[in-house]
């Protein structure tokens, strides 16, 4: 393999340790508008520590970094124990607390004389000082790999996003005489089945291709994606991922000692997907991501660490776009499984055994963890990967019709007045859907994008099926549950118009107990009545009378509208008008007295206990009520209408009452009566006590 040479070297560090040189990037110069341009840097601390199970590096401050690791000599030797690092932050000048770093990252199936054994790098923000322990596994008493270092990387400002100005040139760089291997032929890049999500290039995130000189080897396809996380805190600013993805890149090339990046993309949790290894995104470049299973399969990384805080939705929509677009461009199902072959002989996370050169079974969407052992992609992603392979295969997942505006539900139907809008939802993101349709009767009428969610439609009258159908990016089809609508127009009737009658309570100047009738029907359904004037009031479709009050002496308007479950409505008024008449007003009979107390109807009333006398009013109108006092002493009273005994009432009370409507009848229509009260005279209590009649008209 043809090695760099660097021709600008240099490592700052300033404190305790040994200081090991790495190669970096020539400065550019100061003085450009906005953040000041600066190159990646990758520095060495080494480990040192008497005791044959650990290492140390005391506090010790550094020049600027962002990203940290651990690594040590022999790629394929296994760290068995712990490695926590805590870091001095650059702006607060404060320490943070103690992170233990991911140890079991995989290494490359074809070791080469310089690469390293380390640790999954860990992303810290800007900071300027570190602090490093490394001990062996309780209970284990081989040494810790030689060379034990902490790496520190500084991903640098070198875009023109971060500079606002043009990026520097990548610095120069010499090639050694050791012959290059002979690079795998450059494939196609078949079509795939779905489209190409947006790709953030080596180029826009600042990879500095010196770095990876040796050309890109490639697969005979892609079979299979597996997904993994990058480690590190998930409190990142999306603006720094282009620096997080420079700096695993330079920590893969400088640290492990690789010829690039292991994966071949890269997500932030803002869903923004990053061109990982180089060679051409859409041809099946060999990545160095899951050791034994390279050479069939593509690595997609999502920026963070997610054992116990789970991806973001934007994150596994990307992955998603990512893993079907690929698997597409060779015809694989993401949510199917398929046979790998084992380019190792190793055990997984879950120990199943793998024996190089033996096919086995593979989800098309796996974690790192099925086929290497590591706890990546962290349990919390892990658990996130059927989601993945839903979103990713389809048909659109979670799709349901959310509301039907402009029309309202009567049981399992709707109904509207034939414009309605269908809104709907879906679990899975819109980038991966290609269009909805409203479906009327099973015929689309209406369109739109994967990122619509609403649309108004036209019904004819009459009833019908109402559903949406989704079309994945694959061409997968879901459609939603059929709603049945009725569309229609017309009205309400009122069979019966309000009409206003009197009835038993207690009366007083200011009102009169009322009630309110009505009938309504609909040729579909009625929903509800609703009384305008003079008071408001709602009722039920089934509803056909209100008991209400109404003032005596004003001509009010009941006015009414009726509902039906589409919206149309019609309305309908009356106009009635209560009338008291005082017992003065009366053609009396017999001997009858004056009584005055407040508590009487105008403050008098009179009063008789003579058998056979009588009080009679004639009037107009289509609703009468005798209105009484009441007490243990009452007696009884005979009640005529027009001429006729209507009832024998008995005013008789436990406890005394004033005011009472105690006998009423409401006849069909406005009409000249005479209501007459005859003294029964009863044994005892002969007394009758009367404050008058209402009536309506």
Known sequence: MRRRAWLTLGAVLIGGGGVVTYATASPSDPGAPGQERRPVEVY??????????ERKLPRTETEQFSLVGVSWTGALKPL?????????????????????????????????????????????GPSDGVEARVVHEDGTTAALPKGLEVNLVDPGVVTEAETRVDAPEPAAFAMDESPSPSPSPEPTAPPSTVPQPPVTSRAD???????????????????????????????YDCAESP??????????????????????????????????????????????????????????????????GAASSAALA???RVTAWKLGQYGADPAGTVKLTAGATQTNYFGTAFTAGEEYTFKRVSGHRDGFNTECPGNALYAQLPTVRTWAAGPVDGLRIVSLTDATAKGSTY?????????????????????????????????????????????????????????????????TDALTVVAETTAPVFTAAPTLGLRAGTVNTGSAPVTLRWKATDDQALRQVRLLTPSTATFSAAAYLSNRTAKPGIASTWSMRAYDYAGNHRDTAATYTPVILRESAAVRTGTWSTRSSTSYLGGKSYSSASKGASLSWTFTGRSAAWVVSRASSSGQAYVYVDGVKAATVDLRSAATSYRQAIWTKTWTANARHTVKIVVVGTSGRPTVTTDGLVYIR
């Open 44 to 53: 060495g601390l080494a480990l040192k520590g008497t005791a044959a199970g």
């Open 80 to 124: 068995e124990g712990t490695a926590q690092v805590r870091t001095r932050g650059l702006e607060s000048g404060e320490w943070g607390a103690w992170r233990s770093l991911e140890l079991n990252a995989a290494p490359p199936e074809e070791v080469e004389a310089g690469m390293r054994g380390a640790s999954q790098p860990l992303w810290v």
């Open 205 to 235: 995130w600042g990879a500095d291709e010196s770095k990876s000189p040796d050309p890109s080897e490639y697969n005979a396809e892609v079979k299979a994606v597996f997904v993994h996380h990058t480690d590190g805190a998930n409190d």
């Open 243 to 308: 620096a997080i993805v420079r700096g695993i890149y330079a920590y893969h090339t400088e640290v492990n000692g690789w010829n690039d990046v292991g994966y071949n993309f890269l997500v932030d949790k803002c869903g923004t997907v990053f061109e990982g290894r180089k060679g051409g995104i859409d041809r099946p470049v060999l990545g160095a991501h899951t050791y034994g299973f390279n050479r069939e399969s593509a690595g997609v990384a999502v920026l963070g660490a997610h054992g116990t």
């Open 318 to 320: 990307s992955v998603a």
């Open 415 to 479: 109904y509207t007045k034939g414009t309605p809008v269908v809104r709907w939802s879906a679990t899975t993101p819109a980038a991966l859907i290609k269009r909805y349709d409203v479906l009327v009767d099973g015929r689309s009428v209406a369109g739109t994008s994967g990122a619509g969610y609403a649309k108004r439609i036209t019904l004819t009258p009459g009833s019908h099926t109402v559903s949406v159908r989704a079309t994945h990016q694959s061409g997968a089809v879901s459609t």
